[in-house]
């Protein structure tokens, strides 16, 4: 084996590594201080872009079954407490996309739910690939209704 294909392979390996404990890192939940992350990544089978609210198991299983598969484990949710926000940025033609919970408020009996939209920038490097980023979160049902404040970020790589 040449030094040309020996170095070739190690960074295919080192690349599927990393990309691997990416993939794991995305399916670990996230918590903030008034909500908890299901799960979240670059790769899901919605390719349209929308936020859904969610307030019962049955919805819940069909939103996640869209985006899974139907034999995809479920996460616990009690849904007599709480609610899932699913956020889905629809089909990009690279990687570097992505949605995070910034955060969420009480304004009074509301909720204020802070969805942060992030683009690669022009000089990022980014996956070749197409990618349909999405989040699912679990937030504490409130009396009053939910907003959503939605913040769009440019990221800036190289400079």
């Not at 996309?97 to 990022?124: A, M």
Request: contains cysteine.
């Amino acid at each position: 084996m040449t030094k040309i294909s020996r170095l070739t392979t190690f960074i295919l390996v080192l690349l599927g590594v990393s990309l691997h404990i990416n993939a794991c890192a995305n399916d670990l939940p996230q918590k903030g201080k008034d909500f908890v992350v299901l799960k979240h990544g670059a790769y899901c089978r919605v390719m349209k872009a929308g936020v859904h609210l969610i307030e019962n198991k049955g919805d819940f299983r069909k939103y996640w079954a869209d985006a899974f598969g139907v034999d995809a484990p479920l996460p616990e949710v009690d849904f007599s407490r709480e609610m899932v926000i699913a956020v889905f940025r629809g089909s990009h033609c690279t990687g570097g996309y992505e949605v995070s919970i910034g955060g969420v408020e009480s304004n009074g009996d509301d909720l204020v739910v802070n969805v942060t939209y992030t683009d690669p920038g022009p000089k990022c490097i980014v996956t070749m690939a197409f990618t349909y980023p999405f989040l699912f979160a679990s937030v504490s049902k409130p009396k009053g209704k939910v907003q959503l404040k939605e913040t769009r970020v440019v990221k800036q790589c190289g400079e």
